[in-house]
Nanobody, 122 residues
Framework: QVHLVESGGGLVQAGGSLRLSCAAS????????MAWFRQAPGKEREFVAA????????YYADSVKGRFTISRDNAKNTVNLQMNSLKPEDTAVYYC???????????????WGQGTQVTVSS
């Protein structure tokens, strides 16, 4: 079992940066692929980025490629999402997720955090 808690969300102007963190508890964290998803009001939850258990492979949605960077520290049981050049369309609740393998599909992840709000003003 893995328990996930996100932090770092907030209000930022377009063009600004935020760094989200996800703290995990549970002995299986280092063996899990981790991901970030987001959900805007009235929209489906969508994939943002994922990272393999070792951190050697990363995956990004086209909409964030080149602007967002996912990373993890297995010694600290954390996964981070550095978000640069933020746009108003990045506004959403951001969720941390963990699962057995990296995937773009939300159904592939077994563990979810409660989410953190990111609001980008124009």
């Amino acid at each position: 079992q893995v328990h996930l808690v996100e932090s770092g969300g907030g209000l930022v102007q377009a063009g600004g940066s935020l760094r989200l963190s996800c703290a995990a508890s549970g002995r299986t964290f280092s063996s899990n692929s981790m991901a970030w998803f987001r959900q805007a009001p009235g929209k489906e939850r969508e994939f943002v980025a994922a990272i393999s258990w070792s951190g050697s492979r990363t995956y990004y949605a086209d909409s964030v490629k080149g602007r967002f960077t996912i990373s993890r520290d297995n010694a600290k049981n954390t996964v981070n999402l550095q978000m640069n050049s933020l746009k108003p369309e990045d506004t959403a609740v951001y969720y941390c997720a963990g699962g057995a393998r990296s995937s773009y599909a939300k159904g592939s992840y077994d563990y979810w955090g409660q989410g953190t709000q990111v609001t980008v003003s124009s």
